[in-house]
């Protein structure tokens, strides 16, 4: 059997080819936008705006640690005196989606001997719970009621703000106001002028002040004085950066 090959029709090369040349001809157009945005003189710069505000709420991280001979020993004496921290966290105004368990651990103790192996002496239980105070008037009673109640370590206080949005914007509105002010003292300083903002993007942001270095409270201690707590401010950073086309 004798197969005859099929041939396209000849309007459909030219067809193929137009198309070629049509595609051909938009490159060097496409290359010639490039270069004119390349061409532009334009400013890079960036700028910080900052707004202090009070602390509406505040994070402590406090726990029992409780040592004996055994580890279930030093487990329950834990879980009792834990128990007793709870109920005075909720009595004093805590609610129990504030209070969450973030820490906890039994170890064992050794006692070191030159020349001699390590001597078991004991075990070491911990339990840490984080907790959000949202009325910072309770915070010192707070504080105290939980060490009256057998709390042995507070290891620190960070102080937040329920909604940050308020104080984020006033920084950025103090951000672009410092950036407008360096494009114009950039623009004397050089004799150009910015005429078309580019592009604008942002950086840093709400975080609350760090814990301070961990702070160990006696459960024994004498209760006649109650805890005072400072909130002070907090500072709230906004970073901009910023291109701007500029002329003569």
């Known amino acids: 059997m004798t197969h005859t090959a099929r041939r396209l029709p000849a309007i459909a090369l030219p067809a193929l080819l137009g198309g070629a040349l049509l595609l051909g001809a938009a490159a060097p157009a496409l290359a010639q936008s490039n270069d004119a945005a390349f061409k532009a003189t334009t400013f890079n710069l960036s700028a910080s705006g900052e707004t202090l505000v009070a ?3 505040a994070t402590i991280n406090l726990g029992v640690q409780t040592d004996a001979t055994t580890a279930a020993e030093a487990l329950k004496a834990n879980g ?6 709870m109920a005075a966290l909720k009595k004093a105004g805590i609610a129990d989606r504030d209070i969450q368990t973030s820490n906890l651990n039994l170890n064992a103790q050794y006692a070191y ?3 001699q192996p390590p001597k078991l002496t004991g075990y070491q239980a911990s339990n840490q719970v984080t907790i959000t105070v949202r009325d910072l008037a309770k915070l010192g009673a707070a504080v105290d009621a939980t060490v009256g109640a057998g709390a042995n370590t507070v290891n620190g206080i960070s ?25 114009e003292l950039y623009g004397r300083a050089t004799g150009y002028k910015a005429v078309r903002l580019v592009n604008l993007s942002e950086g840093g942001g709400y975080s609350p002040v760090p814990p301070p270095m ?12 109650a805890t005072s707590i400072a909130a002070g401010e907090l500072k709230v950073r906004i970073d901009v950066s910023a291109v701007y086309e500029v002329s003569k």
């Open 113 to 115: 001997e030159q020349n």
């Open 159 to 183: 102080f937040g703000l329920a909604n940050p949005q308020a104080a984020e914007d006033a920084a950025r509105l103090e951000a672009v106001k410092a950036l407008q002010a360096k494009a």
């Open 80 to 85: 009792a005196r834990m128990n007793q921290v």
């Open 55 to 57: 602390p509406d709420m």
């Open 214 to 225: 961990p702070v160990f409270a006696m459960a024994k201690r004498e209760m006649s004085d």
